[in-house]
């Protein structure tokens, strides 16, 4: 089946440092991408995705490029902020007719310090 | 009122009583699904619904019952629960068909804590 592993955590960051989690996946077929971050007492939100090879997602200062060759979608960024604290969830999903069912990874928790 | 909105936030039950969590959405999709987060463990996929039919079940013991009466709502019936069952309730929502990405629309959460 599908699976979606990415970089434990926890991470500390200072305030302007750059940012990447790893992420790399295992899935038949041509599945979709995401990004999604929850901030604490909330549900999640998507940050950004890429739908096919060699896309790059980019939302908020994020980026993140599909490689089909090396199966993976690392989250960066170049210039964190605290607000950026929050938990990172990569994600990818059949898409089109097959599409519903997501495959999560285990969430990366960020903190950012001022 | 836009997106997914779940209701209530936080609960409080015993293991013998009975209540339901709400989910309802906006955004004229079609799908609709549960989810499970618990303390350290992955997001668990629990039931998912396509145009009102149940269309996944994820081995979710039949203590969590769901019922969705039309595309818009969702709701996640709670009975005879265990400690364990303490989560957040993820609710979220996608389109159906040609064209859908995969992505998911997700409301803020109903948080359970079982006695």
């Known amino acids: 089946g599908d699976s979606v592993t990415q970089m434990e955590g926890p991470v500390t960051l200072s305030e302007e440092a750059f940012l990447t989690i790893n992420c790399t996946y295992t899935?038949?077929?041509?599945?979709?991408l995401f990004w999604y971050v929850q901030y604490p007492g909330e549900g999640l939100q998507l940050l950004l995705k890429?739908?096919?090879?060699?896309d790059k997602g980019s939302n908020k200062g994020f980026e993140a490029t599909y490689r089909k060759e090396t199966t993976s979608f690392h989250l960066e960024k170049g210039s964190v902020q605290v607000s950026d604290s929050a938990v990172y969830f990569c994600?990818?999903?059949?898409?089109?007719?097959?599409?519903?069912?997501?495959?999560f990874g285990d969430g990366t928790t960020l903190t950012v310090k001022p | 009122e836009t997106g997914v909105t779940q209701t209530p936030r936080h609960l409080v039950m015993g293991m013998t009583n009975k209540k339901s969590l709400k989910c309802e959405q906006h955004?004229?999709?079609?799908?609709m699904y549960w989810y499970k987060q618990s303390a350290k463990k992955p997001l668990e996929l629990m039931f998912v619904?396509?145009?009102?039919?149940?269309?996944e079940n994820n081995s979710v013991p039949s203590r969590f019952s769901p019922e969705c009466p039309n595309s818009s709502h969702l709701f996640l019936h709670l009975h005879t629960l265990q400690p364990e069952d303490s989560a957040l309730y993820l609710c979220?929502?996608?389109?159906?068909?040609?064209?859908?990405?995969?992505?998911?629309?997700f409301g803020e959460g109903s948080r359970l804590t079982v006695l």
């Open positions: 979220a929502s996608s389109p159906s068909g040609r064209g859908n990405t995969g992505e998911l629309f």
């Open positions: 899935a038949t077929g041509y599945p979709s």
């Open positions: 890429a739908t096919k090879a060699d």
């Open positions: 994600a990818l999903s059949d898409q089109g007719t097959n599409a519903g069912k997501s495959t």
């Open positions: 955004l004229g999709h079609n799908a």
């Open positions: 619904y396509n145009f009102k039919e149940q269309t």
